[in-house]
């Protein structure tokens, strides 16, 4: 396999509309690896149509991308992000529906008054932004404001008045409750149920302000670019009108469809207002049509509605498919159920016809998953030449999902080529081609663990299981062992979760860093002492995959080799962007073992200063600088051991304090952070003296590593300054020397970024 160098981007896509629902990914990855590609105007497919922006960045990139979209709402945002209204459609369209009569009022005042509360310190009568709910109750505990009389702000009590508003409102629900099902599912429909449980994650009053605004959309008279852009504000207010929003947001991306114990429900009216902003015009607009029409070979997206399977045949005879992208959909009940409730809302029951299996499923399992997304990669490979390549995104990964897509490409023709990972909070990048068919074959346990003692071994250091998983199915992946008969995903996904538990029982080699028993908790890493042990014995047992003998320690720890590496680039750039840093340093680090953002900037906070968007190296931490330092502080050293009537001897960065040829104290000057490489040398009760700016660096070392904060326990740290300081100390004793040492401890930064 292939070690692809993970591609960074920039700007997570982590905000816009719906975007708690859309994958997550940075921006430029995918024109990154379409420019290696270099076939500009050649046709692409995104058989899932689940990112938006992914399709707009490819299309961008002067690529045509077909699309499959059987989702009417990820089509709709699809659609409008290609060629949104212009700003001041957006703002007319929302004056326009204020503007239609409610009664005697305007519809905006009228809905504007159903969030009206007093401002608990002046008494002004103002717009509440959300109130509070417990699930079960029948009003709301609390309510959120910024009152614009007196400035008071922030979460209070409801008051008897906001209570009344709310049971009052509760009153009419029945009525508008019936006309939301019907909008969704006739009465006698057999969805009908379905409907209703859907719609019961809606309160009264959100419930009341979305169907008063639809029955609008319909009878006003709107241009139909204005009432795109209506329809593009509605569709966030079906999002902000539900109870899917947990108070705290402790979990802002719902995958469920149920109500948090405590949520929020917002002001639809100025959630509506705040769409005008998100719905802002971004980037040049792009051809979009719907098939079977015809795009520029400049680029642009056709928009394909049914699904994939129809497509083999048309794209045979008419679009050469030159590679696939996508972003693979994990399941989302909660998304995919109030999509079919939107697009009932919105363009009405016959355009939630094709869709409305959605409505029906309440239970997407990961062997759920792993079934649909083989299907989808059996119709690919109907209408894929042999060799296409498929760069394929997977965001929020976890170890069920990895497992869920190698398995179903695996048991297809889809073969892996590579696969590079960060983080578990970053996309996985993965690399298939379309190939023969290959015989499936069983997995086995030894392959599997050696596989993983490979990946430690290289990584130098623990690991997060997602990252020993991706280790292990990469090896079945390879060995075909995720090939397994069709429909049998279910019995196919707890064999290799079996297999895994097998693999990591060996604890004479490996070492399991975790409180509990799961072995997904914590982290993993190599009993090193029991290494050439555990190599032996498989040699007696005639494993022919057994760990060569002789290797019994790993190489530098993956954190010291960043280090390095960062600082190398660092003295030979006068300047660069963080951008620029990460695509110097991925490419030495690929495939498995690339690190974190967090381990870069710690590298970079520690070695280098900011100016403006450019990082440049202290001037302190040029290589003469350090140098210079390093032999002043092994000279101080031994001056105070011979303040205190030690004997001193020097050797390179090692001081030593003897008594009575007895060695009393031993310190290691350092100017760096490389704690792993030194630890190797050391002794025990071995004295580190480093400079206090690699102080947050190793603190966040210790974090990301319990081998390495483990291995630490027998040594302390002395910073450069602090010597300097007891150094002027008048009267300076043995005792009080060893005292002042022990209050100079590695404290992490306040600031430090904690991405592993």
Not at 414 to 420: D, H, I, K, N, T
Not at 578 to 597: D, Q
């Amino acid at each position: 396999m292939d070690l692809q160098p993970y591609i960074p981007g920039f700007n997570r896509a982590d905000s816009g509309p719906l975007s708690r629902f859309l994958p997550v990914f940075e921006e430029g990855v995918v024109s990154a690896w379409l420019s290696h590609l270099d076939r500009p105007s050649a046709w692409l497919l995104d058989p899932f149509g689940f990112s938006p922006r992914l399709v707009l960045e490819a299309a961008r990139s002067g690529y045509r991308v077909l699309v499959t979209a059987n989702n009417p709402v990820t089509r709709f945002l699809l659609e409008i992000s290609a060629n949104p209204p212009a700003q001041s459609e957006f703002t007319a369209a929302l004056a326009d529906l204020g503007a239609v009569k409610k009664g005697d009022e305007r519809l905006a005042g009228h809905l504007q008054s159903l969030y009206l509360t007093s401002c608990e310190r002046c008494g002004q009568h103002i717009q509440a932004h959300s109130y509070l709910w417990r699930k079960g109750d029948k009003a709301p505990y609390a309510r959120i404001y910024e009152c614009s009389h007196c400035g008071d702000s922030g979460e209070r009590i409801v008051s008897a008045e906001d209570i009344e508003r709310a049971w009052k409102i509760a009153e009419t629900d029945t009525l508008h409750r019936a006309r939301a099902f019907e909008k969704v599912a006739a009465l006698n429909n057999e969805d009908r149920q379905y409907a209703e449980e859907a719609i019961q994650h809606y309160l009264p009053r959100p419930l009341y302000v979305l169907t008063t605004i639809i029955n609008r959309l319909d009878s006003i008279n709107l241009p139909a670019e204005r009432k795109r852009a209506l329809t593009a504000l509605i569709l966030l207010a079906c999002d902000a009108g539900n109870t899917l929003w947990a108070h705290p947001a402790e979990r802002p991306r719902p995958k469920q469809l149920s109500t948090p114990a405590q949520f929020r429900e917002h002001n639809i009216w100025m959630m509506l207002e705040r769409g005008l902003t998100l719905w802002a015009e971004t980037g040049s607009a792009v051809t979009c049509e719907a098939w079977p029409m015809k795009i520029p070979e400049s680029g642009g997206i056709l928009i394909y509605e049914g699904r994939l399977k129809d497509l083999a045949q048309i794209v045979k005879k008419e679009i050469p498919i030159s590679a696939v992208i996508g972003s693979v959909p994990r399941p989302n009940q909660a998304f995919w159920t109030l999509c079919a409730l939107w697009a009932g809302w919105l363009w009405g029951k016959e355009a939630l016809e094709p869709y409305k299996v959605a409505l029906r499923r309440r239970r997407y399992d990961w062997a759920w998953n792993a079934t649909a997304l083989h299907s989808a990669f059996n119709h690919l490979s109907d209408l894929l030449p042999d060799g296409t390549p498929f760069f394929a995104l997977l965001p929020e990964p976890e170890p069920a999902f990895l497992t869920s897509a190698f398995s179903a490409a695996s048991a297809s023709t889809f073969a892996l080529q590579s696969v590079a990972m960060r983080t578990e909070h970053d996309a996985v990048q993965v690399i298939w081609k379309n190939e023969q068919k290959q015989k499936a074959q069983p997995g086995d346990v030894t392959d599997l663990q050696n596989a993983i003692h490979a990946y430690l071994s290289a990584r130098g250091e623990p690991a997060n299981y997602l990252h020993i998983h991706a280790a292990g199915l990469i090896k079945l992946a390879e060995a075909h062992a995720l090939k397994l008969p069709e429909h049998e995903f279910d019995e196919a996904l707890r064999k290799t979760s079996k297999l895994f538990e097998a693999a990591l029982k060996d604890e004479g080699r490996f070492i399991h860093y975790s409180a509990g028993e799961n072995i997904e908790t914590g982290m993993w890493g190599l009993r090193l002492a029991a290494d050439k042990k555990g190599a032996e014995a498989s040699t007696r047992r005639g494993d022919q995959n057994a760990p060569p003998q002789d290797v019994v320690q790993p190489p530098e720890a993956l954190s010291d080799r960043v280090e390095i590496e960062v600082v190398k680039y660092l003295q030979k750039n006068k300047s660069a962007i963080y951008l620029e840093v990460e695509n110097e340093v991925y490419p030495k680090f690929a495939g498995l073992l690339t690190p974190s953002k967090g381990l870069i900037y710690a590298v970079l906070n520690s070695y280098a200063e900011k100016d403006g968007g450019m990082w440049k190296l202290r001037r302190e931490d040029t290589a003469s600088a350090r140098r210079e330092e390093l032999n002043t502080i092994l000279t101080l050293i031994e001056s105070i051991g011979k303040k205190l009537k030690y004997k001193t001897s020097r050797s390179d960065k090692f001081v030593r304090w003897e008594e009575n040829g007895i060695p009393v104290k031993k310190f290691h000057v350092m100017v760096s952070a490389l704690i792993d490489r030194a630890l190797h040398t050391d002794e025990n009760d071995t004295i580190l003296v480093i400079p206090g700016g690699r102080a947050a660096l190793i603190a966040y070392k210790q974090e990301r590593d319990p081998s390495l904060a483990a291995r630490l326990k027998n040594h302390r740290f002395i910073k450069f300054r602090f010597l300097r300081t007891i150094s002027e100390v008048p009267v300076l004793t043995r005792e009080t020397f060893e005292e002042q040492i022990s209050n100079d401890p590695v404290e992490q930064s306040a600031n430090q970024m904690m991405m592993f």
